[in-house]
């Protein structure tokens, strides 16, 4: 029998602008088409550092440009725009795979929402740097006027820095799981979702954040009961000591084992390190779960044992 299967894209595997991430998804499509030609059911979730880095960057410069006209986009905003123009080329890309193949199976993308806890210690000490850079002035003006919180990046400007709290629960995840029952593959949580958290009644409120997708897969997949959490990476199998001569590529990571690792600083924060913790997050949260880490290209021999870095409880 086929898996249900959750794969966490990264957004830089889409591109950098609007004609690389076309030819990108082309080459994307085709690996994803593969594991469903094997029977499995697939849900993707996919990063957006690039894409919506670009529309902040966009709309601060027509802000910059026309002030008494325009006013910042929220990011929360910006991260919902990225979701829908990745999700427009990914379903068409996936549909014209699974009809090249004989496959007939619809594709949709979800515009997602999710939730994440206001009282997050994240919110407490942002550390995401997000958009263009600013001069001095401008920065402290938008401290002033708008809160934001800033920092100086390496002598090339000021930029503004959000949080980056951890995924409670998708808003969407009704309208995902009925998508998927009915033969869809479905888009969803991209850039790791729209960070919303509640209000006053039934309100969900945009929240200045960015969720790390990979651990919106992660939950993702709970969620919807998946087998299979397969986080997609530069690098075919994790690996300590990387990129020295003594690196040893891993075919099994254990709670034990990575816990071992992650307290020798053997993964990189903002890299490998949430990749792992998402990935034992996955396989600890039910019975006979698994999560592949592993390059696009070999998922379908990771999911058939082949390679690739599996995780277990």
Known sequence: ???????????????????????????????IVDLIEEGNEVVVA??????????????????????????????????????????????N??????????????????????????????????????????????????????????????????????????????????????????????????????PVHKTQGHHLKGAAAVIDKDFAAAELAEELDADVLIILTAVEKVAIHFGKPDQQELDHLTPETAQRYIEAGEFAPGSMLPKVQAALQFAQSGAGRTSLITLLDKASDGINGKTGTLVTA
């Open 1 to 31: 029998m086929g898996k249900r299967i959750v794969i966490a894209l990264g957004g830089n595997a889409l591109g950098k602008n609007l004609p690389e991430q076309m030819a990108a998804v082309k080459h994307t499509a085709k690996a």
């Open 93 to 194: 890309a996936l549909r014209e795979e699974m009809l090249d193949r004989g496959i007939d199976r619809g594709a949709a993308t979800v515009l997602t929402q999710v939730e994440v806890d206001e009282d997050d210690p994240a919110f407490e000490h942002p550390t995401k740097p997000i958009g263009a850079f600013m001069r001095k002035e401008e920065a402290e003006r938008l401290v002033r006027e708008r809160g934001y919180n800033v920092v100086e990046d390496a002598g090339r400007g000021w930029r503004r820095v959000v949080a980056s709290p951890k995924p409670k629960a998708i808003v969407e995840i009704d309208t995902i799981r009925s998508l998927v029952q009915s033969n869809h593959v479905v888009i969803a949580c991209g850039g790791g979702g729209i």
């Open 46 to 91: 996919h990063g957006n550092g690039p894409q919506v880095g670009m529309i902040q960057e966009a709309m601060t410069e027509l802000v910059r440009s026309y002030p008494d006209k325009y006013i910042p986009c929220p990011l929360s905003v910006c991260v919902a725009m990225s979701q829908g123009y990745i999700g427009y080329d990914l379903q």
